[in-house]
């Protein structure tokens, strides 16, 4: 394994090559090949277990035969034939979905963003009903969260620092506290069209939203006229150990949508709404949103996951990774949070990035949720074995980043 200088220097694995891609994001030095369950290799044969998930996007893990079959059938009888056609999979993923939301209707999309901007347009189009003078324009949402990176998700996002360089951005969007009671009462009022919140803010900084913070948010919609929406691209398909992150509260939102996880590793996303919520014909459409092959591999990631128990197990092997992080008292930490297994070690410096790479070092992968926590989300397939290794292995690699920065620090 050869070692280079990382991304934003520090301990570091493998080399990148001269890229045609548009450096968006900031890549670790690994060329990935192949993946199997909870283990990824990269180019040079090394094994890495995978705690990083694909950004909490791979709950069956990867390539799992099932998914695998399932995709190759699809792709070898129907691809693709637009919106224009009804398909088996899409009508019967849809069916699916609504059965475990338990309401509405579904719109399919690509990604998370996607999703979330559906779900933006049935808010304005909500926020309109209400007619000439009065109509709701606003949309509510929290300081620190993630939504996506169209124009209208980029105004939803509440972290200023990504809007900087393409305003004017969507007018309308209100960023409050997250769990600030106070602040959110004022904030929802006859202007509101929508609460847009993600139960964990992930990106945030895997922040979880007390169940009665939800509760606040799903009374002072109904009170006030406004549509609540919760964001589950990341926590959805039995991330936190329910099929939605709502359930833990017992809210029921009016829009939900869901990406990462659905496609097992295939881009879908979906806005499920209520009834009287849906798009009519011609107000929301996607050329390849709920494809034949994205919602049969989905249906399969449905089938696994309700086969083989992994909402029980995303529960019990979440649990046994939390007591073991926070079991190792680890140098600069100052918590572990989160549900399931979409769970947050959070450091008292801006150690994310130098751990993340130690981690890799010793052969394991998690992500940065910030410059001071690190996300861990492996498969909700993970076993408790591999959930030991990678609790030794950040120990090791907390103590190594902590003790490195330390060191810069004092000679700085
Ligand atoms: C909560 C949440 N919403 C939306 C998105 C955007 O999803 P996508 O990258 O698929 O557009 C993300 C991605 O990280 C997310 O975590």
Redesign the pocket.
Known sequence: MSLAAGPSGGEAVGAVAESAVMPTYTRYPVTLVRGRGTTVWDAEGNAYLDFAGG?AAIPIGHSHPSWVNAVAEQAATLTHVSNLFSTEPQEELARRLVSLAGFGRVFFAN????A?EAALKIARKHGLAAGRGSERLEVVALQGS????TFA?LAATGQPAKHAQFAPLPEGFVHVPAGDRAALEAAVGDRTAAVLL?PVL??GGVIPLEPSYLALARRLCTERGALLVL?E??TGVGRTGEWFAFRHAGVEPDVVTL??GLGGGLPI?ACIAGEELAFGPGEHASTFGGGPVPCRAALAVLDVIEREGLLENCRARGEELAAGLRALDAPGVTGVRGAGLLLGVAFDGDVAGPVVRALMARGCLATEAGPKVVRISPPLSVSAEEVDRFVTAFGDAAASAVAINTKEETET
Not at 111 to 114: L, R
């Open positions: 950004i990604s998370g963003a996607e979330n993630f939504h996506g990176r998700t993600e992930g990106e964001d691209v990341q990406a990462k996303g």
